[in-house]
Nanobody, 122 residues
Framework: QVQLQESGPGLVKPSQTLSLTCTVS??????????WTWIRQPPGKGLEWMGAISYSGSTYYSPSLKSRTSISRDTSKSQFTLQLSSVTPEDTAVYYC??????????????WGQGTQVTVSS
């Protein structure tokens, strides 16, 4: 059974960088052909696909967030990390890490973290 767990600060100040880590257990982040993905849900809105890192380490980003987003991984720790720079209150959301079999909204996501609330406020 694959399990994902998000970790990171729940409060970030405007203009700072949000950094979240997803720790994966029960499976390897190098297993073909999965995409380890970050998705968020702002309050009162739908899910937003942010980006992913593939089993081979290739990264993919939402065009609307690409300039501010970086996803990396540490295979030795079975972790992948999201960094979102220059945050504003509009980045307040519940952030989820998940495993998909592709990219974007048409992919199927079979395992999810519980989600972590991040609030951007001074």
């Amino acid at each position: 059974q694959v399990q994902l767990q998000e970790s990171g600060p729940g409060l970030v100040k405007p203009s700072q960088t949000l950094s979240l880590t997803c720790t994966v257990s029960g499976g390897s982040i190098t297993t073909k052909y999965y995409y380890w993905t970050w998705i968020r849900q702002p309050p009162g809105k739908g899910l937003e696909w942010m980006g992913a890192i593939s089993y081979s380490g290739s990264t993919y980003y939402s065009p609307s967030l690409k300039s501010r987003t970086s996803i990396s991984r540490d295979t030795s720790k079975s972790q992948f990390t999201l960094q979102l720079s220059s945050v504003t209150p509009e980045d307040t959301a519940v952030y989820y890490c998940t495993r998909g079999n592709g990219l974007g909204y048409k992919s199927e996501y079979d395992y999810w973290g519980q989600g972590t609330q991040v609030t951007v406020s001074s």
